[in-house]
């Protein structure tokens, strides 16, 4: 009787004396520790901080559960679950897919993101068109640890004689660059990553896609009955699905990645032109965006949307100069020689921000953002019309995910009818907003060593002796 009693009391000792949870026990530390890795799907320092959509996800949880956040950097997808496993980090937020293997060590929050992988090739080589066929002739490289191990191990049962190298200590993208640089053949990359760094990469092209979709989640430690963290995280992926955030934060990092408006001849254009004309005027888009405030790659992304950086540019309609200004526009902002570069960017931004600063203050960025570069394409007045045709429609008129899903209606005569402002090419502001993020994002990486650090696949389309940017 003596010892039950004893052991009754270390259970309850155990598990009852301390009124803490992990929840709680983090939040009066003041900190969440998170391990991901430095890459341009999850996380990376941008021009204005940290940045990427797994930093920006585990930011807003940091916050909602007032506390500090932590990030721990490791080189190898392999190093990342064990510092969950042995709860060195309260979670891993790194781009990992769900697989049954990862699930006897972790426990995974909800799904926010669906990948396949894609077997990348080189444009102009032999094209694999199934795994059939690489069966016996080329060996598949992958990166360790990212998921696609398991599938192709699975795979193996019906091509048992497929093969694949598995490297550790680099990125998707090294892998990219070194099919681009003819060192090997194939790779197999999930597909979010193919469409972050593709743009890079103008000569790649995808062969075909694994079967079966894979998703990507949170990994937790195994606590037992503390599950009070991983609750937590429930909640707040349900919250973030409920109230639109996570598809907000899924278009701002993915909503300009198009592979159709963004085909390779245009990608080698721009990479020429980034050589041969836009050290002409980067002195003049840095000048004009310290004065308001603003990145000069987005500036120059704008001229480069408008005029490929050409000051002598003039459209059928009368439209003229580096940002393609409008004669009415010119007059509005002040602009007396529309062919003058540095006096057409900055009437451009002028322009650019009293657009901005027309809309309601409670829209936050990058959403206003995009909204005034769309206004500035098809007219403030068209886009007010989407915005009010976006609410019809059960949609949020601040969000750019919503409203580039109305303005195409303006085409349409049972919407456009019904406008103050009638008939417009609402497809050209969605693709002009689109090209401009993606050119936007191009020189913001190019500028970016821990992005890009290797960047001599690019001397094909853009030959340099010292640093491009």
């Known amino acids: 009787m003596k010892i039950i009693i004893t052991v009754m009391f270390g259970f309850i000792l155990t598990f009852c004396s301390s009124s803490e949870t992990m929840l709680t026990q983090m939040q009066n530390e003041g900190e969440l520790r998170i391990v991901t890795r430095n890459a341009p799907t999850t996380y990376y320092e941008g021009p204005k901080g940290d940045t990427g959509l797994e930093y920006d996800l585990a930011k807003r949880f940091a916050d909602e559960l007032g506390v500090q956040l932590k990030i721990v950097q490791v080189d190898n997808f392999t190093d990342i679950l064990p510092m969950v496993t042995e709860q060195k980090v309260h979670l891993a937020a790194a781009g990992l897919l769900i697989t049954n293997e990862r699930k006897v060590l972790v426990q995974f929050g909800p799904a926010y993101q669906t990948i396949k992988q894609q077997f990348i090739y080189l444009k102009n080589t032999p094209t694999p068109t199934s795994l059939e066929e690489l069966e016996t002739k080329h060996t598949i490289h992958v990166i360790d640890g990212n998921g696609v191990v398991e599938q192709l191990k699975h795979l193996q049962r019906s091509y048992p004689k497929l093969t694949w190298q598995a490297h550790t200590g680099i990125e998707s993208h090294e892998l990219l660059e070194q099919i681009a640089e003819k060192k090997i053949m194939y790779a197999i990359v999930a597909s979010n990553e193919v469409a972050q760094m593709r743009q890079f990469y103008p000569d790649l092209d995808i062969a075909f896609e694994l079967p079966d979709e894979q998703k990507i989640a949170w990994a937790f430690p195994r606590f037992g009955q503390d599950n009070s963290l991983y609750v937590a995280a429930i909640q707040f992926f349900n919250r973030l699905k409920y109230t639109g955030e996570l598809e907000q934060l899924i278009e701002r990092y993915y909503g300009h990645i198009d592979v159709e408006d963004f085909n390779d001849i245009l990608a080698k254009d721009f990479y020429r032109h980034i050589k041969e004309r836009l050290p002409t005027y980067r002195k003049d888009f840095e000048l004009i965006a310290a004065r308001y405030n603003m990145d000069w790659q987005l500036l120059a992304a704008m001229a480069y949307q408008e005029s490929n950086w050409d000051p002598d540019a003039v459209s059928h309609t009368g439209v003229r100069g580096i940002m393609m200004l409008t004669e009415s526009a010119a007059m509005e902002v002040g602009v007396v020689d529309r062919d003058d570069p ?61 409203v580039k899903k109305s303005l195409p209606l303006l085409t349409k005569r049972s919407w456009y009818t019904k406008t103050a402002h009638g008939y417009a090419r609402g497809y050209e502001p969605v693709k002009f907003v689109k090209l401009i993020r993606r050119f936007y994002e191009i020189l913001r990486y190019l500028d970016n060593e821990q992005i890009l650090p290797n960047r001599r696949w690019l001397n094909k389309y853009v030959p340099w002796n010292k640093p491009l940017l």
């Open 342 to 402: 540095l006096e057409s960017i900055l009437g451009g931004t002028k322009y650019f921000i009293q657009l901005k600063e027309r809309f309601d203050a409670t829209i936050e960025e990058p959403d206003r953002t995009w909204l005034a570069l769309a206004a500035y394409n098809v007219g403030l007045g068209h886009l007010n019309d989407a915005q009010k045709i976006t609410k019809q429609r059960g949609g949020n008129a601040n969000r750019w995910a919503d």
